[in-house]
């Protein structure tokens, strides 16, 4: 079956560090670009970041600096590294696949609070 | 930055025409895209390239796009159909997403 997985939300306090992972399965996950894309409970769609298929890589000027996307192909996996978190972080995160957003993950919840 | 207008809400009657628009400067000259999301759900795509429809996506989506403005068409409009839209496209190596619209079917 053709899917996105992520994994990886959770707590943490303004500040911290976490990592989301994304697993892929079902497609050849190095032939894709992929992005990651973040929604606040409420509100719309923003996008955190993209990575090619060269491992060349994009943000969005809210995140820059801060977070870190990247992908293992090995492992059909895409990462974000995400350091000083603030609360505005808050959101669900997903994972898509290539530049049209054809495929979507269900999503992982980030909750930045103390 | 680049930024996408969408209208906040859009109402229409089962089986009538939705049109929600999306307005950027010369839109026309890049490629739009539009995902509809249910409540609870992730967003799906629903228009490519302008006005293309993936596979498995009813033919009474279509999308276009001329000048500063996007439309996203939904024909013979159905309660399925009642979800948030939004609009995307490249700018400058960057995504930009639209505000979203609601869809009310009623």
């Known amino acids: 079956e053709v899917q996105l997985v992520e994994s990886g939300g959770g707590l943490v306090q303004p500040g911290g560090s976490l990592r989301l992972s994304c697993a892929a399965s079902g497609f050849t996950f190095s032939s894709y670009d992929m992005h990651w894309v973040r929604q606040a409970t409420g509100k719309g769609l923003e996008w955190v970041s993209a990575i090619g298929t060269a491992g060349d890589t994009y943000y969005p000027g809210s995140v820059k600096g801060r977070f870190t996307i990247s992908r293992e192909n090995a492992k059909n996996s895409l990462y974000l590294q995400m350091n000083s978190l603030r609360a505005e972080d808050t959101a669900m995160y997903y994972c898509a696949r290539d530049w049209s957003m054809g495929l979507w993950g269900q999503g992982t919840l980030v909750t930045v609070s103390s | 930055s680049y930024e996408l207008t969408q209208p906040p809400s859009v109402s229409v009657s089962p089986g009538q025409t939705a049109s929600i628009t999306c307005s950027g400067d010369?839109?026309?000259?890049?490629?739009a895209c539009w995902y509809q999301q249910k409540p609870g759900q992730s967003p799906v795509l629903v228009i490519y390239l302008d006005s293309k429809r993936p596979s498995g996506i009813p033919e009474r989506f279509s999308g276009s796009n001329s000048g500063n403005t996007a439309t996203l068409t939904i024909s013979g409009t159905q309660g399925m159909d009642e979800a948030d839209y939004y609009c995307q496209a490249w700018d400058s190596s960057t995504v930009v997403f639209g505000g979203g619209t609601k869809l009310t079917v009623l």
């Open positions: 010369k839109l026309g000259d890049k490629y």
